[in-house]
């Protein structure tokens, strides 16, 4: 069973940064997402086994950076410019498949999430 756990998240205020952080159990292609009350789970960023691609929503393009450790099976979603409407629970998610990308179906296993508010 693989095992994600998400860490980092926090109350900043916006113009600050986060940096979140996902310990995987094993090397899958990952993919950050994140869902704000009362609105659907939203593709934030992903990035290859290997760390060569990597696919942003356009909405944090510029601002987000994602990265991994694979020495340390670990992934990270760098933020900076952090502005209210990032405000959501971030989870982590793994993927199986050949290529990560933006669909929510590409992702076989999911993290509990980590709470990530900015204020104005």
């Known amino acids: 069973q693989v095992q994600l756990v998400e860490s980092g998240g926090g109350l900043v205020q916006a113009g600050d940064s986060l940096r979140l952080s996902c310990a995987a159990s094993?090397?899958?292609?990952m993919g950050w997402f994140r869902q704000a009350p009362g609105k659907e789970r939203e593709f934030v960023a992903a990035i290859s086994t290997n760390g060569r691609s990597t696919y942003y929503a356009d909405s944090v393009k510029g601002r987000f950076t994602i990265s991994r450790d694979n020495a340390k099976n670990t992934v990270y979603l760098q933020m900076n410019n952090l502005k209210p409407e990032d405000t959501a629970l971030y989870y982590c998610?793994?993927?199986?498949?050949?290529?990560?990308?933006?669909?929510?179906?590409?992702?076989?296993?999911w993290g509990q999430g980590t709470q990530v508010t900015v204020s104005s």
């Open positions: 094993g090397r899958y292609n």
């Open positions: 998610a793994a993927s199986i498949n050949l290529q990560p990308g933006s669909r929510i179906s590409l992702y076989n296993y």
